[in-house]
Structure formats: C-alpha cells, structure tokens
C-alpha cells in the first residue's frame, strides 16, 4: 500500500466532499489515502491556515467550497504549493444553473438548513429506533416501510440508513417459535419487506458477532448450518404466503439493499396513490 495525504476542504460540514471522496477511493487499489478534514472554512484567514497545513503535508486537495471569494485564495496557494485543487461540486452546479438559466447564490450550507425535510428526517430517525428488533408493536401501521428477517440480515442499519433518508423504517425479527405480531397481516399503508442471505455466510457473520461479543462457543444452534438453513427456508415461504417483498443480501451492501427499497417503496406510493 502506497500512503498519499488527502485535504478535504469545506464550507460547510464536509458530509458532501466527504462521500465523494469515499466513493472514489474505492476505485484505486494499493493507495492509503491519509484523510486532513478541513470544515466550516468560511474566512480569508481560516483558508490561509488550510494552505499552511497543506504545505506541511503536501497531497491533493478536494473541496467544496462555493463562496467565491474564498475560492481563488485556495486555487491560488494549491497551484503555489504545486498540488491538484478538484471542486467535487463544479461540474454539477454549472451544469444545473446552465439548464435552469438561473444564477448560484454562493452560499454554503444551503443544503443543511432546518427545513420541513430535515425535521421530516428527524421524525423518522425517532420512529426507526423506538421499533428497532420488534420494540413498541401496536402502531406498525405508521411505518413506511417494515424489515422482516432471521437474525443478523442487517435489518437495523438498513433501517437507519432509509431514516436518514426520511423513511419511517421499522424491523421485525423472525425467531424460532416466536410468533410475529398479528397487525403485521394486515397492513396496508407500509411496504413490507423479507431480507434473506445465503445460509452459509449467515453462519459465518453469526460466528463473528458472537466472538465480538465475547461468546468463544459458537457451536450452538444459533450457528447450526442445518438449523440456519431450516429458519432461512421458514422465512422465505412465509414471505412468500403473503406476497410480501423478498430481497436477497447477500452480496449486497446495505446501501445496495436500501437503494432497492427505495425503489420499490416509491413504486408501492404511486400504487397508493388515488
């Protein structure tokens, strides 16, 4: 692995050039990039002490930065400095403002102001962990979306993952003997969705999270590939009795998972719809 600085520079929170950033570096083997966080750099001033420390640790430089003031002083000490300056936002503002024929305001920050979606989002991050494993039955009907799976199908973080994005995402564990809650049977509003993985690499990520949590005997029926496969198999057919959505993780990320739902959830909308 061949380690290479990288300054993420922002006037705002940096989540954006953070997740662009991210999602590029995945694409290059053998690089360890060494990540400097630069963020809410909003002053003349504060940029110059940027500059400074890039040229302590030379290395390229992603930004986002829109005010543009501020912008020509980075420009200017990354070319002095000899380092590449990319704007992770360029491309797609000039784009937009091209197509709606309207001028950039230049301020940062927009995307987070407190608006209805934010507190929409907030709202549903509150639902999604009061119904996190089952908890608080009775007012699933409120869901937009409710996860069913055996254990360890990552229903929780594909849960928080759709909150984030404003989904009210409630999950429900399908353990042995257990039954499941009777209002589950008759909902209408929410899309219901069945996760399912590989019997096999379920055993393997049960065994994991059981040597995580400082249990070394693995071998028990929670790990039992025959006992694995029969609550697997459970689970598909009760899925499929009542027609609910069946996804399939495993070879899937999370992300991956929760971009299908998405999909179908807007799909299960316009068939509400009137």
């Given at each position: 692995?061949?380690?290479?600085?990288?300054?993420?520079?922002?006037?705002?929170?940096?989540?954006?050039?953070?997740?662009?950033?991210?999602?590029?570096?995945?694409?290059?083997?053998?690089?360890?990039?060494?990540?400097?966080?630069?963020?809410?750099?909003?002053?003349?001033?504060?940029?110059?002490?940027?500059?400074?420390?890039?040229?302590?640790?030379?290395?390229?430089?992603?930004?986002?930065?829109?005010?543009?003031?501020?912008?020509?002083?980075?420009?200017?000490?990354?070319?002095?400095?000899?380092?590449?300056?990319?704007?992770?936002?360029?491309?797609?503002?000039h784009g937009l403002a091209a197509y709606f024929n309207a001028e950039i305001s230049g301020?940062?920050?927009?995307?987070?102001?407190?608006?209805?979606?934010?507190?929409?989002?907030?709202?549903?991050?509150?639902?999604?962990?009061?119904?996190?494993?089952?908890?608080?039955?009775?007012?699933?009907?409120?869901?937009?979306?409710?996860?069913?799976?055996?254990?360890?199908?990552?229903?929780?973080?594909?849960?928080?993952?759709?909150?984030?994005?404003?989904?009210?995402?409630?999950?429900?564990?399908?353990?042995?003997?257990?039954?499941?809650?009777?209002?589950?049977?008759?909902?209408?509003?929410?899309?219901?969705?069945?996760?399912?993985?590989?019997?096999?690499?379920?055993?393997?990520?049960?065994?994991?999270?059981?040597?995580?949590?400082?249990?070394?005997?693995?071998?028990?029926?929670?790990?039992?590939?025959?006992?694995?496969?029969?609550?697997v198999a459970f689970a598909r057919k009760l899925f499929a009795a009542?027609?609910?959505?069946?996804?399939?993780?495993?070879?899937?990320?999370?992300?991956?998972?929760?971009?299908?739902?998405?999909?179908?959830?807007?799909?299960?909308?316009?068939?509400?719809?009137?």
């Amino acid at each position: 692995m061949t380690a290479y600085h990288m300054h993420l520079v922002s006037d705002a929170t940096g989540e954006t050039v953070n997740s662009v950033a991210r999602a590029c570096l995945v694409q290059f083997e053998g690089v360890e990039p060494i990540e400097h966080i630069w963020t809410l750099i909003r002053t003349k001033g504060q940029m110059e002490k940027v500059l400074t420390k890039i040229g302590e640790n030379p290395g390229a430089v992603l930004y986002t930065i829109v005010n543009d003031k501020l912008r020509p002083v980075l420009l200017h000490g990354c070319r002095r400095l000899g380092v590449p300056c990319i704007s992770v936002l360029d491309p797609v503002i000039h784009g937009l403002a091209a197509y709606f024929n309207a001028e950039i305001s230049g301020r940062p920050g927009l995307q987070h102001v407190l608006d209805a979606d934010y507190f929409h989002r907030i709202d549903a991050m509150a639902y999604t962990q009061a119904h996190d494993d089952g908890q608080l039955g009775g007012d699933l009907k409120l869901a937009d979306v409710i996860l069913l799976g055996v254990s360890r199908t990552s229903k929780t973080p594909t849960c928080m993952y759709l909150a984030n994005r404003g989904i009210k995402a409630a999950n429900v564990p399908i353990v042995p003997g257990c039954p499941l809650p009777e209002e589950l049977f008759n909902l209408s509003h929410p899309l219901v969705v069945g996760l399912v993985t590989d019997p096999v690499r379920l055993v393997q990520i049960r065994r994991n999270r059981l040597l995580m949590i400082s249990q070394h005997d693995s071998e028990t029926e929670y790990t039992d590939l025959e006992r694995v496969r029969e609550e697997v198999a459970f689970a598909r057919k009760l899925f499929a009795a009542n027609g609910w959505l069946v996804i399939d993780i495993t070879r899937r990320s999370i992300e991956e998972t929760a971009a299908t739902i998405l999909q179908h959830y807007a799909e299960h909308r316009n068939e509400e719809a009137p």
